[in-house]
Structures are given as C-alpha cells and as structure tokens.
Nanobody
Framework: QVHLVESGGGLVQPGGSLRLSCAAS????????MNWYRQPPGKTREFVAY???????TAYADSVKGRFTISRDKDKNTYLDMNNLQAEDTAVYYC?????????WGLGTQVTVSS
C-alpha cells in the first residue's frame, strides 16, 4: 500500500527557510518520479516541483524557481528545500506520486510565512 508522510512544515518569517521531507513506502521508490504540490488558503492545489526517479531531472513552477530545490535519497525520502520564503508561499504542501495511472497523496504539512 502506497504511503506518503510529509514533515518539516511550520511558521517562518518572510525571507526564511524550511526543509520539507516526504517519507515513502509501499512501492518501488527507485522506479518512481516524485512531486511536491501545494494548496494555498482558499485556492486549488498547484504543482510546485518534480524530480525524476533517478534524480537526474527536475522541474519547478515559475513561482518557486531559484528559491526551492527538490531532491531525493536512496532511503525513500524526497525533500523540498525552500529559501527566501514569502507570504504567498503559505500553503499546505503535499507529496505526490503517480503509480500506474493512480495518484497518491500524503496528508500534507502546513507552511505559514508571516512576520
């Protein structure tokens, strides 16, 4: 059974940094591309970042390019390093994987950027 658990969210001041983690289980992690999405308050869920199964390819939403970095390790963790956080980055952040045409999501971790 696919299981994704996000952690690392919290309250941070504008300009600050956070590292989100996603622990995966229940599938062959090394075969799977991984994604981060977020859902700002009152808005729909949006794509944030992608990493290929090997880690050799990444992609980012324009709104986070140059500030966020996605990475992964061999222990089935996916990370999102977020720098220079702004109020508009406030959202619930979700880890995502698609397996054989089905989407799987974690429960999310809240990131709040406020002074």
């Amino acid at each position: 059974q696919v299981h994704l658990v996000e952690s690392g969210g919290g309250l941070v001041q504008p300009g600050g940094s956070l590292r989100l983690s996603c622990a995966a289980s229940g599938f062959i992690f090394s075969y799977s591309d991984m994604n981060w999405y977020r859902q700002p308050p009152g808005k729909t869920r949006e794509f944030v970042a992608y990493i290929s199964n090997t880690g050799g390819a990444t992609a980012y939403a324009d709104s986070v390019k140059g500030r966020f970095t996605i990475s992964r390790d061999k222990d089935k963790n996916t990370y999102l390093d977020m720098n220079n956080l702004q109020a508009e980055d406030t959202a619930v952040y979700y880890c995502h994987v698609n397996r054989f045409g089905r989407d799987y999501w974690g429960l999310g971790t809240q990131v709040t950027v406020s002074s």
